[in-house]
Nanobody, 124 residues
Framework: QVQLVESGGGLVQAGGSLRLSCAAS????????MGWFRQAPGKEREFVAT????????DYADSVKGRFTISRDNVKNTGNLQMNSLKPEDSAVYYC?????????????????WGQGTQVTVSS
C-alpha cells in the first residue's frame, strides 16, 4: 500500500504560481511512477503530468506544457508540481497518483493509489 497526501493548493490570481506537493508513505516510493490529474466541477478527471520512477521520463498535457513542471524526490518520498502562469481554466481539484510500475502513464485507469486531492482556484 502507498498512501498519498497532497498539499499546496489555494487561491491565486491569474498569472500567479503555486507548488503542489505529494507526500508518499508506505511501500518504496521510488518503485512507482506517479502522475498528477485534475477534475473541475462537472468535468471528467483529466491528465496533467506524469513522471517515471527516476524522473527520466516526463509527459505533460498539451494545456500545461511550458507552464507546469513535475518532479520528484525519492529520498524525501515526495512528488511536486510547479504551476506557473496559472489561468482560470486551471482551477480544479488536483490529485496525485502512483502506479505499481516504473513507467509513466497518461491514463488514470492504470494508477493504483490516489491522494485525497487539493483545491486550486485561479481568479481572473
Amino acid at each position: 500500500q502507498v498512501q498519498l497526501v497532497e498539499s499546496g493548493g489555494g487561491l491565486v490570481q491569474a498569472g500567479g504560481s503555486l507548488r503542489l506537493s505529494c507526500a508518499a508513505s508506505g511501500r518504496t516510493f521510488s518503485r512507482y511512477a506517479m502522475g498528477w490529474f485534475r477534475q473541475a466541477p462537472g468535468k471528467e478527471r483529466e491528465f496533467v503530468a506524469t513522471i517515471s520512477w527516476n524522473g527520466g521520463l516526463l509527459d505533460y498535457a498539451d494545456s500545461v506544457k511550458g507552464r507546469f513542471t513535475i518532479s520528484r524526490d525519492n529520498v524525501k518520498n515526495t512528488g511536486n508540481l510547479q504551476m506557473n502562469s496559472l489561468k482560470p481554466e486551471d482551477s480544479a481539484v488536483y490529485y496525485c497518483a502512483a502506479r505499481s510500475n516504473t513507467y509513466p502513464s497518461t491514463s488514470s485507469s492504470v494508477y493504483n493509489y490516489w491522494g485525497q486531492g487539493t483545491q486550486v482556484t485561479v481568479s481572473s
